[in-house]
């Protein structure tokens, strides 16, 4: 139930070319669904969130698409760019406040 | 923006000493702070909630005796890493909530190396 399955684990993807990253959740009480972007020995950084009641954000070139009825929401990378070569990682809460549960990454390489 | 400073960023130390890891939210305030571990190429896992003024809460399998939480005000939490053993080695994470802007900021991560 508190568990977020991501995929792939792993992602190469030539310069310019769009990178997507799915994850699924069991629990319906999670209502806050962000992206963070962790490169080596830092912290992560958040990309982009999105709450259930909205089935598409959009911030630049980061993308996510949820869908609330399959329990999944993906990350998509428009124009990829070596610069984006890190992990990143889906994560869930319940709400405000709460902790977040993080999804097992996905090491993203852009080739240039 | 929210920054959250945390200190020190990387740390070795030798088995059975103790080492403290500071959690500071610079522009907010932060009743709210939390504590991840993170193993080599593996995810965030928590910890610990810490709160402000009250005991922290300990996620299933961590030894509250052993990683102390300490959150004495609404800017600063600290985790003590008492008794440190070589499996205790890990990449340590804080983050604290910014109850103004419905905000979560992370640290920057402390790399704790126990010899």
């Known amino acids: 139930q508190q568990q977020v399955k991501q995929s792939p684990q792993s992602l190469i993807v030539q310069k310019g070319g769009i990178s997507i990253i799915n994850c699924a959740y069991e629990?319906?009480?999670?209502?806050?669904f962000p992206w963070y972007q962790q490169f080596p020995g830092k912290g992560p950084a958040l990309l982009i969130a999105?709450?259930?009641?909205?089935s598409e954000k959009k911030e630049g070139r980061f993308t996510i698409s949820f869908n609330k009825s399959a329990k999944q929401f993906s990350l998509h990378i428009m124009d990829s760019q070596p610069g984006d070569s890190a992990t990143y990682f889906c994560?869930?809460?319940?709400?405000?406040?709460?902790?977040?549960?993080f999804g097992p990454g996905t090491r993203l390489s852009v080739l240039p | 923006g929210a920054v959250v400073s945390q200190h020190p960023s990387w740390v070795i130390c030798k088995s059975g000493t103790s080492v403290k890891i500071e959690c500071r939210s610079l522009?907010?305030?932060?009743?709210?702070m939390f504590w991840y571990r993170q193993f080599p190429k593996q995810s965030l896992m928590l910890m610990a909630t810490?709160?402000?003024?009250?005991?922290?809460?300990?996620e299933q399998g961590v030894e509250k005796d052993k990683f102390l939480i300490n959150h004495a005000s609404l800017t600063l939490s600290t985790l003590t890493v008492t008794s440190a053993h070589p499996e205790d080695s890990s990449f340590y994470i804080c983050?604290?909530?910014?109850?103004?802007?419905?905000?979560?900021?992370f640290g920057s991560g402390t790399r704790l190396t126990v010899v």
């Open positions: 983050s604290a909530v910014d109850m103004g802007n419905y905000g979560y900021t």
């Open positions: 629990n319906t009480a999670f209502d806050y």
């Open positions: 999105i709450r259930p009641d909205v």
């Open positions: 994560a869930a809460s319940r709400g405000y406040g709460q902790n977040f549960v």
């Open positions: 522009d907010f305030q932060a009743t709210t």
């Open positions: 810490s709160n402000e003024g009250s005991k922290a809460t300990y």
